[in-house]
């Protein structure tokens, strides 16, 4: 098993180039995701309010220009151990067809004209989302807003084959850094799988997995509190094909392979617009003015956006008042664009979301207020003063 040198993350070696006659084989390669943000709940938590925080929480505001950025120097990498003791410089930069394609898979999420944008940048420190495409290393996202926590040189997402004959791998990865889990995981499927048949499956090349990884990435299901709704949806591009006889329920696939239709599902498009549905350009918003406290009137799940326009420069408070889990942000509005400045989400904590920020005259900001839970629906407000 080879190790990766860097921070002792466990990692695969590349893969030998004689690993044809490897047998026996599995016939899909797949994702293998990284966590997203720990549900909250347990006591003190009703399950209402623990679902209703759980499904949006790695979910962006809507509204977010996610900037991606493609590793691009030589020294972009990192030294893997192989089995013989040797090491091996291995790059995280892709060829120009690999990056063609998930620009490509970016266009297919945004041509749904949805409020989240995406937009890609030549360096790293301007990027949310920062792509590598390290062979060997599979292919991988973290869970939407959990991207915010790696460290800022390190990959969000990587690639790890070719994606130019499989596109759907690579739009299957934007939508974990959309938010979205694996679709074969939803607990309402009513999958029953041969796990042991799992487990070997994914054990043969080319995924070489240990139980564990398997683990969290097929038999685990989702906390039912993190999951949007009951339907389960086989053909959504966030669910693996499987070859027959991994699945024992539905029984079908017993002898039948699963194979999700391609590209996105009908649900995945509703799902994805909902979530971030198209929004209004900044000056069409709906100013809140300095001191006034403007009721919420916005149901769980739902957004609201607000022009705030200060006419003194100075350090202001923004926050939200009353019963209720939300998550507030603000944006700058610098040449037509929204720069995110600032957040602060108070869900599943008995206290109220509140930003401390010095705010310039003259200039615009954009105040979004996510609503995860309300205990008492219409009782809460946001100011700024
Ligand atoms: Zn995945």
């Keep these: 098993m080879a190790t990766s040198t860097k921070k002792g993350r466990s990692r695969p070696a590349p893969a030998p180039a004689t690993d044809a006659d490897a047998a026996p084989r599995y016939t899909y390669h797949y994702c293998g995701v990284r966590p997203g943000l720990a549900p909250i709940g347990g006591a003190g938590v009703a399950d209402a309010r623990a679902s209703a925080i759980n499904t949006l929480r790695d ?15 030589p020294g972009d990498g990192e030294m893997v151990s192989l089995s013989d003791g040797s090491q091996r410089f291995v790059s995280w930069v892709g060829p120009a067809p690999q990056r063609e394609a998930l620009r490509q898979a970016f266009k297919v999420w945004a041509d749904l004209g949805l409020g989240v944008r995406f937009r890609e940048v030549s360096s790293r420190e301007q990027a949310v989302v ?19 926590e790696q460290a800022a040189n390190d990959r969000t997402l990587n690639i790890g084959w070719d994606v130019t004959q499989d596109l759907d791998t690579a739009i299957h990865e934007i939508g974990h850094t959309l938010g979205f889990q694996h679709e074969h995981q939803n607990p309402f499927s009513g999958i029953v799988w041969d796990e042991e048949r799992v487990y070997a499956a994914l054990a043969a090349p080319p995924n070489r997995w240990p139980r564990q990884k398997t683990f969290f990435n097929i038999l685990r299901k989702l906390d039912t509190s993190t999951v949007e709704g009951t339907a389960w949806d086989p053909d959504s591009v966030m669910h693996y094909p499987f070859e027959a006889g991994l699945i024992l329920q539905p029984p079908k696939y017993r002898t039948q392979p699963l194979r999700p239709a391609g590209g996105l599902s009908a649900q995945d498009i509703a799902q994805v617009r909902q979530i971030y549905p198209p929004q209004p350009p900044v000056n069409q918003m709906t100013e809140l003015r300095l001191a006034e406290s403007r009721r919420l009137t916005i149901a769980a799940g739902e957004q609201i956006d607000l022009q705030v326009r200060p006419t003194r420069s100075r350090t202001y408070q923004l926050g939200t008042f009353g019963e209720a889990d939300t998550l507030i942000a603000l944006f700058e509005d610098v040449d037509g664009t929204l720069k995110y400045r600032g957040g602060d989400d108070d869900s599943g904590e008995d206290r109220n979301a509140r930003l401390q920020m010095r705010l310039q005259r003259g200039r615009s900001y954009v105040l979004r ?11 809460t407000a946001v100011m700024w003063w």
């Design 130 to 148: 920062r792509i590598g495409f390290m062979i060997g290393d599979g292919s991988w996202s973290y869970v939407g807003r959990a991207i915010l």
């Design 369 to 379: 207020v996510r609503m995860y839970y309300a205990t008492f629906a219409g009782e």
């Design 59 to 73: 979910k962006w505001l809507n509204g977010t220009e996610l900037t991606y950025y493609f590793f691009d120097q």
